[in-house]
């Protein structure tokens, strides 16, 4: 079965700081991989995804992701905070090839940038 | 504008009682899901249909029911509430095949259940 683990409900940075949210999956078929973000009181916006393409993703709002099949991980950066990222992030993945098109989510990381 | 769109956007209800969220899509998807957001816990799928005519569980379908009524809409139900459904609702839809372009969300239902 299909699974994901975001390492961290909670992670805090500087505004101009790195930003590194953690994501782990497990999957017994090529994944996709997916970043949502969801800004208070909203529905989930697509950041980027991985669809077995280039490893290194590059998605919105300066943000990117790389696929590394060998340590099973997904993680998201971007190189410089912004205070308008506080949000929270998920990590999904849906198995590729289904034509169900399930998407399991991880639990979540709440981004909080201080100025 | 085009999307999904989710109705009503909060709710409150008595244990007991019943209601059922909408949700209609004009993007002509064939696939309709349903999921609950609690703190922590991420989303989780309640139900899904794959394509008009059929519906499925997902992770947890304990005290729900859906209806596909047509290709636009895909409503859920809860037959009697209970305060652990007090959650946010989400509803999505996607392509098939779309699987490499992920979903796309309604904006929710808060439902409060006291």
């Known amino acids: 079965a299909q699974s994901v683990t975001q390492l961290g409900s909670h992670v805090s940075v500087s505004e101009g700081a790195l930003v590194l949210l953690r994501c782990n999956y497990s999957?017994?078929?090529?994944?996709?991989l997916f970043w949502y973000v969801q800004y208070p009181n909203q529905g989930l916006q697509l950041l980027l995804k991985?669809?077995?393409?280039?490893?290194l993703v590059k998605g919105i709002n300066g943000f990117e992701a790389e696929f590394k099949k060998s340590e099973t991980s997904f993680h998201l950066t971007k190189p410089s905070a912004h205070m308008s990222d506080a949000a929270e992030y998920f990590c999904?993945?849906?198995?590729?090839?289904?034509?169900?098109?399930?998407?399991?989510f991880g639990q979540g990381t709440t981004l909080q940038v201080k100025p | 504008n085009a999307g999904v769109t989710q109705t009503p956007k909060f709710q409150v209800l008595k244990t007991g009682q019943s209601m059922t969220l909408q949700c209609a899509q004009d993007?002509?998807?064939?696939?309709m899901y349903w999921y609950r957001q609690d703190p922590g816990m991420g989303l989780r799928l309640i139900y899904y249909?794959?394509?008009?005519?059929?519906?499925d569980k997902g992770e947890v379908p304990n005290g729900y029911n859906v209806s596909r009524l047509n290709k636009r809409e895909f409503s859920l139900r809860l037959e009697s509430a209970a305060p652990s459904q007090t959650s946010v609702y989400f509803c999505?839809?996607?392509?098939?095949?779309?699987?490499?372009?992920?979903?796309?969300f309604g904006s929710g239902t808060r439902l409060t259940v006291v």
């Open positions: 249909s794959a394509s008009e005519g059929t519906t």
């Open positions: 991985y669809t077995s393409a280039a490893t």
């Open positions: 999957s017994s078929v090529p994944p996709y």
């Open positions: 993007m002509n998807h064939n696939s």
């Open positions: 999505a839809s996607r392509l098939p095949g779309q699987g490499v372009y992920g979903y796309t």
């Open positions: 999904a993945v849906s198995e590729g090839s289904s034509n169900t098109g399930k998407l399991i």
